[in-house]
Structure formats: structure tokens, C-alpha cells
């Protein structure tokens, strides 16, 4: 076989690997986005969860029996609880685990002086608080791992 013709061959080979091998690494390309997205996206939502828990209007509001907290932020901590859970796979032990932290920490800002005196509130918030974050950063860790290796 002369060379040129060796040379088309070996091209013909090369593009045909290629029509195979390219669409297995960009499915794993779009994955490996599609994974960040979710990560970076779970991170900001429990961030502003616990930014907003922090934040005196809501975190005291029912405290007081006459006080409430402003609509938007009431309705904004509700909808950060629903979109947290709904980001977490609840076949997973960490995922379950910080769904249901989130869901106490939402339960104790519910919670009346009657129910809890102030000391232990604080407390309990802050334990929820630090626990929340430790959860989230396993959760995101190991996320982040499953996508650095999914891309190599």
C-alpha cells in the first residue's frame, strides 16, 4: 500500500473513532455542568436559609406572641425549606439528614417563648446552624468529588 493511500485510511479511521468516542465525552462533559449547576445551586440556597434565619424579623418573630414576621421573608424561608428538600435525594443518608435539620431549624424559629426559653432557643439555633453547614459541606464535597472523577 503506498503511502497516501495508507495515510487516507489511517484518516478514515481516525474520524470514525472519533464520530464514536466524541458524543460518550460530551454527555459526560454535560453531566459534569449539570452536576456544578446543582451543587452551586443547593450551596446558595442553604446559604440564604441560614442568612435569612439570622436575621432578627424572622428569627424572633414568633417569639413575641403579637409579632410576625414580614410576609416576604416568612414567605421566602418557606420557600427555601421546600426548594432545599426538593434539591435533596432522600435516598441518600447526608441528603436526609440535612432535609431534616432544615426542617428543624425552620420548626424552632416557629417556637414561642412559652415553648422554649430564649437560652436554650439560642442554643439549639446555633448547634442547627453549624450542623446545617457541616451537612451541606459533606453533601457538596462529595458531590464535587463524583464530578471530578466522572469528567476524567
Not at 9 to 38: D, G, I, N
Not at 44 to 57: G, I, K, Q, W
Amino acid at each position: 500500500m503506498d503511502t497516501p493511500s495508507l495515510i487516507s485510511v489511517l484518516s478514515l479511521m481516525v474520524a470514525l473513532a472519533a464520530l464514536f468516542v466524541a458524543p460518550y465525552f460530551s454527555h459526560r462533559q454535560t453531566v459534569a455542568q449539570m452536576r456544578q449547576v446543582w451543587i452551586n445551586d443547593l450551596r446558595d440556597r442553604v446559604a440564604e436559609l441560614l442568612s435569612l434565619a439570622c436575621t432578627p424579623e424572622v428569627a424572633l418573630a414568633f417569639r413575641e406572641i403579637d409579632t410576625e414576621p414580614p410576609p416576604e421573608d416568612y414567605t421566602r424561608l418557606m420557600m427555601l425549606e421546600s426548594k432545599i428538600e426538593l434539591l435533596l435525594n432522600p435516598e441518600q443518608e447526608l441528603h436526609r439528614q440535612l432535609i431534616a435539620l432544615v426542617h428543624a431549624l425552620v420548626g424552632l424559629i416557629h417556637t414561642t417563648r412559652r415553648q422554649i426559653a430564649e437560652k436554650k432557643f439560642i442554643d439549639r439555633k446555633a448547634e442547627l446552624e453549624l450542623d446545617i453547614t457541616a451537612v451541606t459541606q459533606k453533601i457538596i464535597r462529595k458531590e464535587w468529588t463524583r464530578t471530578k472523577q466522572f469528567i476524567r
